[in-house]
């Protein structure tokens, strides 16, 4: 099945590591993918995304103008890419980043509680996991294991105690989503 996913938040919030992580676990599973990042200036505090398509067939286009998936972590994010969501598609966001929650009715929207979760567990530097784990909950489309080995090949060494903290708050986000119950 095919995903056209957009990742977007503030830079410092792991947004393009998450979208670069989980394309890589989809090619170890031998899919088509693109990654398509786009940021401002600044490395941290600027708006910051990533378009990833994960496919079993060729992909013909990296460009979007419409997402199956909008993983959104900030209100800005929001209120850029909620309108950018297919009808029938998913919306995640994290609850910290967000003060007016997503209004359609159209698509299903899921509420993850990751900045909260990381502070109460101390484990801040896997936020983005958290945020990752809800939406392999939500749509699979590559296995936990394909992610922590893209993990592994990704992160530095020197960073490579963090992969069983990484594994716990995948792990953890799967089971922190909620769905957003909204009535048209």
């Not at 998936?69 to 909620?82: E, G, H, R, V, Y």
């Not at 998913?90 to 899921?110: C, K, Q, V």
């Amino acid at each position: 099945m095919k995903q056209e996913i957009i990742i977007s938040g503030f830079g410092g919030q792991g947004v393009l590591s998450m979208g670069k992580i989980l394309a890589y676990a989809a090619l170890m599973e031998e899919k088509e993918v693109t990654w398509m990042p786009a940021y401002g200036p600044e490395q941290r505090g600027g708006t910051a995304n990533v378009t990833v398509i994960i496919s079993p067939e060729p992909i013909s286009s990296p460009i979007l103008s419409s997402y199956d998936t909008a993983i959104l972590l900030n209100q800005p994010s929001l209120d850029k890419f909620q309108p950018k969501v297919k009808n029938g598609g998913t919306l995640i966001y994290d609850s910290f980043g967000i003060m007016d929650t997503p209004t359609r009715t159209d698509i299903t929207a899921y509420k993850v509680d990751a900045m909260t979760t990381a502070a109460e567990m101390s484990m801040m530097k896997c936020f983005n996991m958290f945020i990752l784990g809800a939406y392999l909950k939500i749509h699979p489309i590559v296995k936990v294991e394909s992610v922590m080995k893209a993990l592994r090949k990704s992160l530095p060494e020197r960073h490579h105690h963090l992969l069983p903290l990484n594994e716990q708050a995948i792990l953890k986000g799967m089971d922190i989503v909620t769905p957003l119950h909204l009535q048209p």
